[in-house]
């Protein structure tokens, strides 16, 4: 994605924030791009007018993500994309958790999409590789210059591995989202569940938005389990076919430690901020019998809580 920056290198001009950002991305933005000029300002894109707030005369992006990773929160792309457009800026979506499947964010008024292809597009956690998708031809040109010169070119076995998971996307994203769907309703009835963040249910507060902008509510749930930090690492090592990793979007369900693993690099009052806590447990659910998943869930709950 370093191809996405020379429109604003050398600038002071970016500004953005989605509810939350992984902790890559986080260093990018904080310790890397300003060397060069680019300066952002830091805003929860949920609330509409804190983005209209944050725009100036010399920004140049408006960068969100939506859902947002871990907590799933949705940020309205067509509102943003109309900041964008009355302030002479371009919109960037992180469009990987919902994929171009479920969700077209140049349809909605953006005007780059991201996505990590070792995601979902991908699809089998055997390739590393990121995309752009823009409609201006002049752009793609200066993307692809960009991209050529600085070397951040995939391998032909990495394109062709992402080719090969591209041609299952569809099938694979609707029994993810089934699945999730299903495990979310479960995590629900569970006792020892403090709360669950999935856009596919009714209560959740992005709900009706991800209904106007998403064909389905994707593969990843997060949840809160209740007893804090010594029963969410013992839950993330009792899991049986869900493996512990900081990665998603594979044919393979994973569970993840944001705390600690995909946000670790936050200071804690900034997790804590986000809404992300030493509770917070994230699934990526894959596309195995769902019963199986759930029965996997329930024993490692059980066994997680009635430890010491």
């Known amino acids: 994605m370093a191809s996405n920056t020379p429109a604003a290198a050398t600038r002071r001009a970016t500004h953005s924030r989605s509810a939350s950002l992984r902790s890559k991305t986080y260093r990018l933005f904080t310790r890397l ?5 680019v300066d952002f300002s830091w805003v929860d ?3 509409i007018d804190e983005v209209k707030q944050a725009v100036r005369p010399e920004t140049k992006l408006i960068w969100i993500e939506s859902p947002t990773n871990p907590m799933l ?3 309205d792309i067509a509102a943003c994309g109309d900041i964008a457009q009355q302030n002479g800026c371009r919109l960037v979506v992180d469009n990987t958790f919902a994929t171009p ?6 349809e909605l008024g953006a005007h780059f999409s991201v996505h990590s292809t070792t995601k979902f597009i991908g699809g089998h956690s055997d390739v590393i590789g990121g995309a752009v998708v823009i409609d201006d031809e002049e752009l793609n040109e200066q993307l ?3 991209r050529n010169t600085t070397g951040g070119v995939p391998g032909p076995w990495d394109a ?5 998971g591209l041609k299952t996307l569809s099938v694979r994203m609707r029994e993810h989202a089934r699945n999730a769907a299903r495990v979310a309703d479960f995590l629900l009835e569970r006792p020892e569940v403090e709360q669950v963040y999935y856009p596919g249910l009714p209560d959740h507060p992005g ?3 991800a209904r106007q902008q998403m064909r389905g509510f994707g593969a990843v749930v997060t949840f809160d389990i209740r ?8 839950f993330c090592s009792e899991t049986r076919l869900f493996s512990l990793a900081e990665g998603l979007g594979g044919i393979e369900s994973l569970v993840g430690y944001p705390f600690l693993m995909s946000h670790g690099a936050f200071p804690a009052d900034e997790k804590r901020r986000k809404g992300i806590s030493e509770a917070t447990i994230r699934l990526s659910v894959g596309i195995e019998d769902v019963d199986d998943l759930c029965g996997d869930l329930a024993d490692a709950l059980e066994r997680a809580t009635s430890a010491g």
């Not at 062709?160 to 090969?164: H, P």
């Not at 007893?227 to 013992?234: D, K, N």
Request: charged fraction near 20%; charge should be positive.
């Open 227 to 234: 007893g804090g930090a010594a029963v969410a690492e013992r």
């Open 33 to 37: 791009l300003p060397r060069f000029g």
């Open 144 to 146: 692809r210059f960009s």
């Open 45 to 47: 894109a949920t609330r």
């Open 160 to 164: 062709w591995l992402t080719l090969r």
């Open 207 to 209: 709900h009706e938005l």
């Open 73 to 75: 929160r949705l940020i």
């Open 101 to 106: 499947y479920l969700q077209n964010p140049l």
